[in-house]
């Protein structure tokens, strides 16, 4: 059989511990046997991240800026207990913050659904995607404890020096008090992600603020949306047949329980913290869970939402057997690689991406699955695989299926 062709290459973001595992194991198996896989290769693993001070991190950041798509693997956030263990000279950043920074990106989080792994929420049949607003609000809050009785304020000085001020309250005893900003161009940036990633999924948009109560902070997420929804995105939205709604966040959760899924839930950082860890929940598996950083200038990260999976890692070094759910990471290049196929216009690459997807859904439905899902999994004839075995099994399925 002759391998499907790719013409640009995808920046490929190589990681850490047990999904590094993974990622080799995806690649020969699952890849290279079917695909001519051009990638630029960085290796964002923690011990070469050390060795260039971080550079690569920056490096394929921009690598992503200049080609449009990367595809990355799990990475460790050092904290202090990795400084020894991999002789850091610095405790370096996330990699995810530094990329996302960058690259000015919103993270869209979509669980994926099989057969066997069911909701809690029993009505929720179609993925439900978070979109998180990644800057500022509470995030960014400088904050004060009152001791006594005193009068707070809000004060602004303009560059000419002028003061405007707003009574917060006038305190008669102890309390508290939290000041936080945004900016507008965060907010116009999380807004254009949300209507072009929309519009590339062909899923509705819904975003909600509480602008009742907070009629100026909320208010304005909610006219910066809107603004340039209308002079931007009306029009490609009503082509598309898609829907943008605006409403409540106490409503937006309510119609969000009753709802059957299927549409993106933009949603401001807080809401987003909460909501993405209640739906990731709801929906069974974090290692079924799939992420993706669109920029506003429609260039796109692919990566599992899990972390690089220490304890396994830990296991596998010790040579035990391990049973680590490759999934996400698998449609974390199924997802680079369609989107690839869509830029440069190749339909062999985009199906391929279909077929694997369906291999790996097929698999588990057949009864084939990691440990983390045989655990949840409602399927009578259910078997718990080892990581190798259980990607072989995707990829006689995939054979079946090419
Ligand atoms: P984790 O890697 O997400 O794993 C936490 C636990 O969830 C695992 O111990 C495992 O549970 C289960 N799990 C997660 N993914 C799984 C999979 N694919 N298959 C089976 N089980 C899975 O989080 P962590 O262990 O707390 O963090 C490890 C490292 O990941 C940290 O250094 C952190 O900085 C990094 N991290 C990176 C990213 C990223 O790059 N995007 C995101 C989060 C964390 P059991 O042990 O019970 O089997
Ligand atoms: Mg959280």
Not at 116 to 135: D, S
Not at 213 to 222: A, E, G, N, W
Not at 285 to 295: E, I, Q
């Amino acid at each position: 059989m002759e391998k499907i062709k790719m013409t640009t290459p995808l920046v490929e973001m190589d990681g850490d511990e047990m999904t590094r595992i993974l990622w080799k194991l995806i690649k020969d198996e699952l890849l290279l046997p079917f695909v001519d896989l051009k990638t630029e290769y960085y290796d964002l693993g923690l011990d070469y991240r050390n060795e260039t001070n971080d550079q690569v991190t920056f490096d394929s950041a921009e690598a992503t800026k200049k080609y449009g798509v990367a595809v990355k693997c799990a990475t460790i956030t050092p904290n202090a207990a990795r400084m020894p263990e991999y002789n850091l000279k610095e405790m370096w950043k996330s990699p995810n913050g530094t990329i996302r920074a960058i690259l000015d990106g919103t993270v869209f989080r979509a669980p994926i659904i099989v057969k066997g792994i069911e909701p809690y929420v029993k009505n929720w049949t179609k993925p439900i995607t978070i979109a998180r607003h990644a800057y500022g609000d509470v995030y960014k809050g400088v904050e004060m404890k009152i001791p006594a009785a005193g009068k707070a304020e809000l004060v602004y000085t303009n560059e000419a020096g002028e003061e405007t001020r707003e009574l917060i309250h006038n305190f008669e005893g102890a309390g508290i008090l939290q000041g936080m900003h945004n900016l507008n161009a965060s907010i116009e940036s999380f807004a254009r992600s949300c209507f072009n990633y929309a519009l590339d999924t062909k899923q509705d948009l819904w975003f909600a603020t509480k602008d009742t109560i907070s009629k100026k902070y909320d208010h304005t997420f909610k006219d910066i949306f809107n603004d340039i929804y209308e002079a931007e995105y009306k029009e490609k939205f009503e082509s598309a047949g898609i829907e943008y709604f605006y409403t409540l966040i106490d409503d937006a959760v309510a119609r969000v329980m009753r709802s059957e899924g299927g549409y993106i839930w933009a949603c401001k950082n807080y809401d987003g913290d909460v909501m993405s860890d209640m739906v990731a929940t709801a929906f069974g598996s974090l290692s079924m869970m799939t992420s993706v950083l669109a920029s506003p200038n429609g260039y796109y990260e692919y990566e599992a939402a899990h972390g690089t999976v220490q304890r396994h890692y830990y296991k596998h070094l010790k040579g035990e057997e391990t049973s680590t759910n490759p999934i996400a990471t698998i449609f974390a290049w199924t997802g680079a690689l369609r989107k690839r196929g869509e830029l440069d216009n190749l339909p062999e690459l985009m199906t391929f991406a279909d077929k694997l997807e369906k291999a790996c859904i097929t698999t588990i439905e057949n009864g084939e699955m990691t440990g983390d899902l045989y655990l949840i999994s409602t399927l009578e004839n259910k078997k718990k695989l080892n990581t190798q075995d259980f990607i072989l099994a995707i990829r006689k399925t995939l054979e079946g299926l090419m």
